[in-house]
């Protein structure tokens, strides 16, 4: 019989830190009422080496939180976070138990600035987000506040934060021509629009789990654990939905529900979508914060450097699976569809 959880600990951005930043333990008593007092204790350690500890006071219903700045390292690194809850008296220990932590260095940009020189980049979003970021690594871009700037500013890439699409349609239509003139273009979650890049959005729970195409580049340095702790169990996403035989290429997916059946669409939360002249990624994943989540850094600068990547002419048709670095995932090669595939790997048009 698997033991009660007494206390409920929560890290920033699941554990995924920056050595160096400012970051948060969150400790809290699982049920609520009259409550001993205890005081939780914690250590952050690599192999023998403890990195950093301490303790505080669990007060009734109130979480405790604890920052510290965790040192910097020069190479991801990964620790053990371990607590104990004890009894204020003493006299018993009520809970132990440890989280994994990884800790990552403070340069996982550095290749964006070379990439991007030479290149006339646009990004659409809040001076706090995307251009905060770019300036503090010296990545020279325009920055401006919608879509309609995109009329008169010519662009090789541009880039869309969070949310910054206006929910009418026609106001996407300037972010279009620019991909069909060879723009290259990384539009990250849009929540505010039903439709997005000819895609409908829809709203869907999320699953047990997710298909990861993990052998994409845009998935260089990120571990299946690293992209499925994004997600929560229940959590409301917004995928979008590929018709069958679709240009754009789905890189984490939804299990299709009948093994057999062949599926009408595929609902995905990353897309590539790449034509002889452009190429466009479209990214539904929630990510974490630009400045303190080293997996959103990751991704951004692998999309970047994928967006910049050599074109090829997306091919049509129809494909089927191969088996790819997990397991559990399977990439696509062109084919004809085959009943014996793999359960959960659709049947799409393919795209480089």
Known sequence: MKAAVLIIVALSNQGYWFGGHETEINARWAASGELPAADFSWDLSVGQVSLASGKVALNGDKPATIRFVPPEVRTQITARLAYRVIKRDGAAELERGELKVQLFPNDLLTDVPRLLRNHRVVIIDRPDG????????DVTALS?????????????????????????????????????????????????????????????????????????????????????????????????RLPLNDVGRPLTFWPREQPDAQPLSVDSLLI??????????????????????????????????YLLSPLEQPKSGTQTPQTARSASISAATPATPDKKAHPYVLQFGTAP
């Open 130 to 137: 995307l251009p905060k970021l770019f300036a503090a690594n």
């Open 144 to 240: 401006v506040n919608s879509v309609s700037r995109l009329q008169t500013v010519p662009a090789d890439v541009i880039l869309v934060g969070p949310n910054m699409l206006d929910p009418n349609p026609l106001f996407q239509a300037p972010l279009y021509f620019q991909e069909n003139a060879g723009a290259r273009v990384l539009v990250f979650e849009q929540r505010r629009v039903k439709s997005l890049g000819g895609y409908e959005v829809v709203q869907r729970a999320r699953p047990s789990s997710l298909k990861w195409i993990t052998d994409h580049p845009l998935f260089d340095g990120l571990q299946p654990d690293d992209l499925s702790t994004w997600l929560h169990p229940g959590q409301d996403l917004a995928p979008l």
């Open 272 to 305: 590539s979508r790449s034509s002889s002249i452009g190429r466009t990624i479209y990214c539904q994943i929630p990510l974490g914060p630009w400045d303190t989540d080293p997996r959103s850094q990751i991704l951004l600068a692998n999309a970047v450097d």
